[in-house]
């Protein structure tokens, strides 16, 4: 370290944060890359992104093009995982499926997460009325279910994949918020905050640059989980008929579908619906590694 | 302890004044003439008119709060433009069938969250304890509504155990329980592993072992007692999110309860429907959290005085 700060003009103060900051990070890698579950969920997510790339170029057949002919067919060489009732292939609309209802899960959770940390961080950082209030707006929201705000929501709105994002985003803003809220307020109380005003630093500069920065961690692990339960709940939308409509390929909708045929051709129902656990688990899984990874206490 | 009580009767009085506001303002957002609706395709715009006046539908939007909170605090939520019945005589014919299904479930969800929770704590090293914390995880990432699906054609299609829709007997049921119940399993599976191994690591439970007690007896007559505490304080919370959170398990299933209800309510535009079923799910929801809240204060003497 010495020889170091000897050959370099940096102040000492500024190489040895770098340093810090280097090391917690590669800290952090490297406990994402031990972790099973992080590796894991990485890994699950990775596989839907690529098939999302896939499929805009490459899809085993049309997704959309019907062949009532070939209806209702199960698995085979030909149709991996059978055809739905127009005798559409099941594999090829569940990989153009990937894309409504991986961008429908993350756009919403991107409007919540904006509105959520925005709402929390300010309530924490001010506190007194706004962090009242603010409060009180979030626990408003919250004594309405979930999915019976979604609801209310997608009728308002009309039924579609924006309405859809609109509503999962309302529906995710609660989480993030209480989130920042605890972890600015924690972080508020620290030492360098007090310093950066006392060295003149403005509130803004304090709040992005030292407040926001420090909470980040929690909030990260919340946006994975976040994103799973939005898949869920956008594919239990769709399924009700309330969010992607026919003849989109997304999951929840072709579950939805799937009911008329659940007697005779149960196979119509299996892989839509395994595809939406398994985005899931994924999620879940890197939320979990997220949270052993970044959370100290928890190694503590 | 009766200024906790108090305090905390008074805290939610923001709550619920703040949540009927909201969903008085969401239901008027929803596209449509609610008097047009009721009266039929039939009326002619005099009518409507003096059907609006009538239910002050012309009014100033702060005078019909005022009106709407009034007949909500005396029980009329107005009548169903579907059923024509008021819409608390439907809820409350409604409302049994809802709180079988939660019940039902949230017994399904924690017996079965504290055995897999208990597993996953006491075996963490072992192979049998990861499957458990694996399936937990599963059971948190299935839709409740594809297993439904799932559990229908296995057990209603293919062994024809259990009917697949309706409430007709005490196994019509069991459907629904387990696959709304399983889902919500995993977060008291979650909550039994991390209080069984706080607990685990306790010096009373050291003081158990040095007795000589078995794993069995230390587990079952020390470790559990306390443990179990974490998992039943969320009982409460989860029975209030359930009683709205049903909606997709009851139109998988055609169970006769809110959820199936508010749907059909979202179909017709029935907007005194969809206000009665939110405000319900949500008065519930406020009063199982109150009640949690007070539990808690009386037996936590730490939570009475923050």
Same mark, same amino acid.
């Given at each position: 370290m010495i020889a170091r700060i000897a050959v370099s003009d940096q102040p000492r103060g500024k190489i040895e944060e770098a340093d810090k900051s280097r090391s917690n990070r590669s800290v952090m890698y490297g406990r994402l890359r031990r972790s099973p579950s992080a590796v894991a969920g990485t890994a699950i997510i990775a596989g839907f992104l690529l098939i999302a790339i896939i499929a805009v170029f490459y899809t085993p057949f049309d997704p959309n093009k019907q062949d009532l002919r070939a209806g209702l067919q199960g698995p085979s060489l030909t149709h991996l995982f059978g055809t739905d009732e127009y005798g559409r292939d099941i594999l090829s609309r569940?990989?153009?499926?990937?894309?409504?209802?991986?961008?429908?899960?993350i756009f919403g959770v991107a409007i919540g997460f904006v509105i959520g940390v925005a709402l929390g961080a300010l309530s924490g950082y001010m506190g007194g009325i706004m962090d009242g209030l603010a409060m009180r707006l979030v626990d408003i929201q919250l004594a309405i279910p979930g999915i019976i705000l979604a609801i209310v929501i997608v009728t308002i709105l009309g039924v579609g994949i924006t309405p859809l994002i609109l509503a999962v985003g309302v529906f995710s803003i609660p989480g993030f918020a209480r989130i920042a809220r605890a972890g600015v307020l924690v972080t508020n109380a620290a030492?360098?905050?007090?310093?950066?005003?006392?060295?003149?630093?403005?509130?803004?500069?304090v709040l992005l640059r030292h407040v926001l920065p420090n909470t980040f961690a929690p909030i990260v692990v919340q946006t994975s989980l976040r994103i799973a339960t939005a898949i869920l709940v956008a594919s239990s939308l769709s399924f009700l008929g309330l969010g992607a409509q026919p003849p989109s390929p997304e999951w929840g909708s072709m579950l939805s579908t799937s009911r008329d045929?659940?007697?005779?051709?149960?196979?119509? /129902? !299996?892989?839509?619906?395994?595809?939406?656990?398994? /985005? !899931?688990l994924g999620f879940n899984l890197l939320g979990d590694g997220l949270r052993d990874a970044l959370d100290t206490r928890l190694k503590m | 302890m009766h200024r906790f009580i108090l305090y905390r009767l008074l805290y939610a009085v923001p709550t619920l004044v703040g949540t009927s506001i909201l969903i008085f303002v969401l239901i008027r957002l929803i596209p449509g003439d609610p008097a047009r609706l009721m009266l039929g395709e039939g009326a002619n715009d005099e009518?409507?008119?003096?059907?609006?006046?009538?239910?002050?539908?012309?009014?100033?939007?702060?005078?019909?709060?005022?009106?709407?909170?009034?007949?909500?605090?005396?029980?009329?939520?107005?009548?169903?433009?579907?059923?024509?019945?008021?819409?608390?005589?439907?809820?409350g014919a409604r409302l049994p069938a809802t709180l079988q299904l939660a019940a039902s479930a949230l017994l399904v969800a924690f017996v079965l969250g504290c055995l897999w929770g208990t597993i996953a704590a006491v075996k963490r090293t072992k192979p049998s304890g990861m499957i458990s914390s694996m399936i937990s995880l599963i059971g948190i990432s299935v839709p409740s509504f594809w297993l439904a699906l799932m559990l229908?054609?296995?057990?209603?299609?293919?062994?024809?155990?259990?009917p697949a829709t309706g409430r007709y007997g005490w196994d019509s049921v069991v459907l629904p329980a387990v696959s709304l119940g399983l889902g919500i399993s995993a977060i008291f599976a979650r909550m039994m592993r991390s209080s069984l191994l706080e607990v685990l690591s306790a010096d009373y439970i050291r003081t158990a072992r040095a007795k000589g007690l078995s794993d069995r007896s230390v587990l079952f007559s020390h470790a559990m007692r306390t443990a179990l505490i974490a998992p039943i304080t969320i009982l409460g919370l989860e029975a209030g999110s359930l009683l709205g959170g049903a909606v997709?398990?009851?139109?998988?299933?055609?169970?006769?309860?809110?959820?199936?209800?508010?749907?059909n309510a979202v179909t017709y535009r029935d907007y005194p429907a969809i206000q009665g079923v939110v405000l319900i799910a949500a008065l519930g929801f406020i009063l199982m959290n109150l009640v949690v809240d007070i539990l808690y204060g009386l037996t936590d003497p730490r939570v009475r005085l923050r």
């Open positions: 569940i990989m153009m499926g990937t894309i409504p209802t991986f961008s429908i899960a030492d360098y905050v007090e310093a950066a005003h006392s060295i003149g630093a403005s509130n803004t500069r045929y659940l007697q005779s051709n149960p196979h119509v /129902a !299996v892989f839509p619906g395994i595809a939406v656990a398994t /985005a !899931v | 009518q409507v008119n003096a059907y609006r006046e009538a239910m002050g539908y012309n009014r100033s939007i702060f005078t019909q709060y005022f009106e709407f909170l009034k007949r909500a605090l005396t029980g009329d939520l107005g009548n169903s433009l579907y059923t024509r019945r008021p819409v608390l005589e439907d809820l229908i054609v296995i057990f209603a299609v293919q062994l024809q155990w259990f997709v398990t009851e139109t998988v299933f055609a169970w006769p309860g809110l959820g199936q209800y508010l749907m």
